[in-house]
């Protein structure tokens, strides 16, 4: 069964960078969309990026250019790069997976079947 685990979250200050991992212990993503979603305290979850099967990416306005994703499929994870972060940045980011192998792009707006627990990015001062 797939289980995804997030990780790499924590306290950043501004302009700094931090990298967050999307895990599926035990299982192959290759036939997997991944999503990046956000969630701010009192806001509205909101989708940040995802990559297709064939590593074709997307990207919220909001991040462009300041954000990369990507996947290493040795190792069943996704990435999330987090370039010149922002206090807006603040929030729980969540990955999650859409099974999707034939499709070469990704929507944040597809129906993501799995998620994971979420990771705390906290960016201040």
């Known amino acids: 069964q797939l289980q995804l685990v997030e990780s790499g979250g924590g306290l950043v200050q501004p302009g700094e960078s931090v990298r967050l991992s999307c895990v599926a212990p035990?299982?192959?993503?290759?036939?997997?969309?991944i999503g990046w979603f956000r969630q701010a305290p009192g806001k509205e979850r909101e989708g940040v990026s995802c990559?297709?099967?064939?590593?074709?990416?997307n990207y919220a306005d909001s991040v462009r250019g300041r954000f990369t994703v990507s996947r290493d499929p040795r190792k069943s994870t996704v990435y999330l790069q987090m370039n010149s972060v922002k206090p807006e940045d603040t929030a729980v980011y969540y990955c999650?997976?859409?099974?999707?192998?034939?499709?070469?792009?990704?929507?944040?707006?597809?129906?993501?079947?799995?998620w994971g627990q979420g990771t705390q990015v906290t960016v201040a001062s």
């Open positions: 999650a997976a859409n099974w999707n192998p034939r499709s070469p792009i990704c929507s944040m707006t597809s129906q993501y079947s799995t």
């Open positions: 035990g299982v192959r993503l290759d036939s997997y969309a």
């Open positions: 990559i297709s099967v064939t590593r074709s990416t």
